[in-house]
């Protein structure tokens, strides 16, 4: 299917074969005969230099359990160029490690007037990065090309305004390759509201990835958007993508709810196995592998 989509663009395109690629835009490339391997361990090391963190303990997760956060918390205000830098390497690092996304969209929301527990918070997720620097997403060949989505929500879980977290990833069979941590824009009355919210925003983005999919030639039949439990009738917007066919919903149990890691902290041993279902694996796991 690759071969046959380059020739299509040497075709239409004046264009030069370089051959496989190694980096592109600060992201490394390792090829195998089973998949693609995507990481950023150089950025990452030159974060943990730049930041003085280059020596520190790792930690396994990237938010303590139940972390909350607020505007104003008590603490003394921290150095806000210092943390804006921070916190704006942390969202490009996001590029091939989705399960620094929701920490780092959560510190995203407090770049004016940053406290030292803000901080502190950041620092734990570089410290996290340390322990996982030779992580990246993996896409494995022979895989279904079968686009599947998740999406979930956490309600009222912004100690600010109460709004809630959406948080959504699709995959077509193995690594996801489409992700986000994403604060609601009105606040949700129920867990239903909430979890409604979430899956509109995943029904838009499964709805432009297939017209893109169907460009590329692999025309998607409905997508499985796999969601939890609540449907509220206020919102039609999914009831009709069901009806013209652009979507199935299906149901997904808590503990395989792949979009729960964008969503809320997670204790250690569930948030390694998601890590591990998005597609995010230590390189020395690959076949044929040579490092990175």
């Not at 309600?155 to 699709?170: I, P």
């Not at 009105?186 to 867990?191: E, G, H, P, R």
Request: proline share 2%; aromatic share 10%.
């Amino acid at each position: 299917m690759m071969v046959e989509f380059k020739n299509d663009m040497m075709r239409q395109y004046e264009m030069t074969d370089l051959g496989l690629p190694h980096h592109f835009l600060g992201l490394g490339v390792l090829q195998t005969d089973t998949c693609i391997f995507l990481h950023q361990k150089k950025y990452a090391n030159t974060l943990l230099d730049k930041f003085g963190l280059k020596d520190c303990k790792f930690v396994a997760t990237p938010l303590a359990v139940n972390e909350k956060l607020s505007k104003v918390d008590g603490s003394e205000l921290a150095d806000e160029t210092l943390y804006r830098q921070m916190v704006g390497s942390l969202l490009y690092l996001t590029a091939t490690r989705p399960d620094i996304m929701f920490a780092a969209s959560l510190l995203a929301r407090f770049m004016h007037n940053p406290t030292k527990k803000h901080m502190g918070t950041t620092k734990r997720v570089l410290r996290y990065i340390q322990g996982i620097m030779n992580y990246g997403i993996a896409y494995e060949k022979g895989k279904g090309a079968v686009l599947i989505g998740y999406c979930d929500s956490d309600w009222s879980g912004s100690e600010d305004d109460m709004r809630s977290t959406s948080g959504y990833a699709f995959n077509l069979g193995s690594g996801v390759f489409s992700w986000a941590s994403i604060k609601q824009s009105s606040v949700a009355l129920s867990t239903a509201e909430a979890e409604y919210m979430s899956a509109v925003e995943a029904t838009a983005q499964a709805m432009w990835l297939r017209f893109v999919l169907s460009d590329l030639r692999e025309e998607q039949n409905p997508v499985h958007h796999h969601k939890t439990r609540h449907i509220n009738r206020r919102f039609h917007f999914i009831r009709d993508a069901l009806q013209d066919g652009e979507i199935d919903l299906l149901y997904c149990k808590t503990e395989e709810q792949l979009a729960d890691i964008f969503t809320k902290p997670l204790a250690r041993d569930q948030f390694e196995y998601l890590r591990k279902a998005l597609g995010v694996i230590l390189a020395q796991h690959l076949e044929g592998s040579v490092g990175v």
